[in-house]
């Protein structure tokens, strides 16, 4: 049974050093909440994978030394522009880095959750993306002539997080049309969600919102925090904080304004 | 740019997305990636004239993308071939159509790191019609080789390859792309830049005609459409763009 947890602490325990853990893209409910914990914490050598994208969250964890790996397709701050500690850490080579296509991870994600080892995927023949992924293999269809694809071995996280409206006592969680975090938490071992809010009765008595819905039973731990998304938006319930992610592209630009930001809004707890 | 008559005043952006919205063409389904502004507002402006044709499929918008898939959507129908128009820039263009997302120098110490590839090393192969944009036309972006291929302008015969670019829209001309000849064309040249100019600021070779138009500027009628209609849609998804271009505010 999912333990509906007391804290953000406790709901995160499965989140240990060196843990392989799946996160969501900004516009499906990217756990802030928790992630802020997770820097007090001190969380080590992750190996984050970001499906299929990252925003503040990966450049936070980067900055915050707790990214060992990061396997994603990319990192920006969109329309605040480069996603600063990221960038700084490549260019010191500081965090080992698996460059993927966003329906790559799609893909991958998606053969952990068939339990099958492997899924074929067009594109990327020729491409410097493949040349650096020596994980990836170049198959010849074995149902055509001369027809290469490629095959990806499956992403199988030990920890699935991410940030969602809204979850029952028995752990049911829905997300409405956010479904890749339904293939996140089918492919992890673990699944560990912050919600807005808990919901007094069963999310699945009724059929039209049953088919919004994570089920309990792929659901490790819950953990109430509202506005656990922010300051990124949190689809359907409230946009993006741009003043806030204005104030992080400007002092994330150096390593002493990050140590700032994580100060006033990591560190501190009533700004967290 | 200049050479407008004040009455028709229009901003480089109301330029570059009505060239773009021209490339667009007749298309069933259009769909617009990360940090596209530009032809999110000409996509937005064909499904405006067309009346609600192509289907507009902003990939971080709530609201202008019918997807309830999960993200990997998007891509399965691209794969199907139910995707006719994708937008890709980079941070380095070759004369050949290779695309680079990822960075200059050593990948894993490099010496420029752009965010990646995003779904590049996919749509590229599968989307017919991908229109390249990038609005800093200079020999820092538009180069002789890229450093990093994030996507291949073209492939080998045996690459199931059905789809790839057909024109690189910049902020100084629109140039055409041959598949066959791996060659870009130059089309026109927008209004207040010169031939030279673009020779002089484009890092690769490309074809030139004998005789090369200016770009043709947006009609009244299309700014009035650009700016009443097709702006306050695209604040949802790029709040800034919208109010630094067209003036809208983010608080509405």
Redesign the interface.
């Known amino acids: 049974m999912p333990v509906i947890a007391a804290t953000l602490e406790e709901a995160l325990a499965a989140v240990t050093d060196g843990c392989a853990l799946a996160v969501a893209r900004e516009v499906s409910g990217v756990a802030m909440a928790a992630t802020r914990a997770l820097i007090r914490r001190g969380v080590k050598r992750l190996h984050l994978i970001a499906l299929p994208t990252s925003s503040l969250q990966a450049d936070l964890l980067i900055g915050a030394g707790c990214v060992e790996t990061l396997e994603t397709s990319a990192v920006s701050l969109g329309e605040f522009g480069p996603a600063p500690r990221f960038t700084a850490a490549m260019l010191a080579g500081a965090i080992r880095m698996k460059d993927a296509t966003c329906p790559a991870l799609h893909a991958a994600f998606q053969a952990a959750e068939k339990g099958v080892p492997f899924a074929p995927l067009r594109g990327l023949i020729g491409s410097d993306v493949l040349a650096h992924r020596p994980d990836w293999k170049t198959i010849d269809n074995p149902f055509g002539a001369d027809d290469p694809i490629v095959l990806l071995p499956a992403i199988k996280p030990d920890v699935a997080l991410f940030h969602a409206p809204m979850a029952d006592r028995a752990g049911n969680v829905w997300i409405g049309r956010q479904r890749e975090l339904l293939t996140m938490a089918h492919a992890a071992a673990k699944t560990i969600v912050t919600v807005e809010s808990l919901h007094g009765g069963d999310l699945l008595a009724d059929p039209l919102v049953a088919a919004g819905i994570l089920p309990g039973f792929y659901v490790e731990a819950v953990a109430v925090a509202p506005r656990g998304a922010a300051p990124l938006p949190l689809p359907d319930r409230y946009p993006a904080d741009l003043d806030h992610l204005a104030e992080y592209a400007r002092l994330a630009a150096t390593a002493e304004g990050f140590a700032r930001y994580l100060e006033q809004h990591v560190h501190d707890r009533r700004a967290a | 740019m200049t050479g407008a008559p004040p009455n028709s005043a229009f901003r480089d952006e109301e330029l570059l997305a009505d060239v773009i919205c021209r490339l667009i063409g007749d298309a069933r389904h259009v769909a617009v990636g ?2 596209s502004p530009i032809p999110a507002t000409a996509a937005l402006l064909a499904r405006m004239r067309g009346n609600g044709r192509p289907y507009v499929s902003l990939l ?1 918008s ?1 609201k202008h993308n019918f ?6 959507e998007l ?2 129908c691209a ?1 199907q071939g139910r995707i006719d128009v994708f937008f890709l820039s980079g941070g380095e263009i070759d004369g050949e159509g290779n695309v680079n ?3 200059i120098g050593d ?5 420029v ?14 989307v017919p019609k991908v229109i390249l944009f990038r609005t800093e036309h200079s020999r820092r972006t538009l180069v002789p080789k890229v450093d ?5 302008g073209t ?2 015969a ?3 390859r059905t789809g790839g670019p057909i024109a690189l829209v910049t902020n100084r001309c629109l140039f055409l792309f041959d598949r066959d000849r791996r060659r870009f064309c130059l089309a026109s040249v927008h209004p207040g830049q010169t031939v030279a100019e673009v020779l002089d600021n484009t890092g690769f070779d490309f074809d030139r005609p004998a005789d090369i138009p200016t770009t043709a500027p947006p009609a009244p009628q299309t700014l009035r459409q650009m700016r009443e209609i097709v702006a306050p849609e695209l604040a949802e998804v ?4 919208a109010a630094a271009v067209f003036g809208i505010d ?1 608080s509405r």
């Open positions: 990360n940090a971080q709530r997807f309830t898939d999960g993200g990997r891509f399965d794969g997302l990822v960075g990948h894993d110490k490099p010496k790191r752009f965010p990646g590839s995003f779904g590049a090393a996919y749509l590229y192969y599968v990093f291929i994030s996507a291949p492939s080998p045996n690459v199931h790029y709040p800034q763009f983010r």
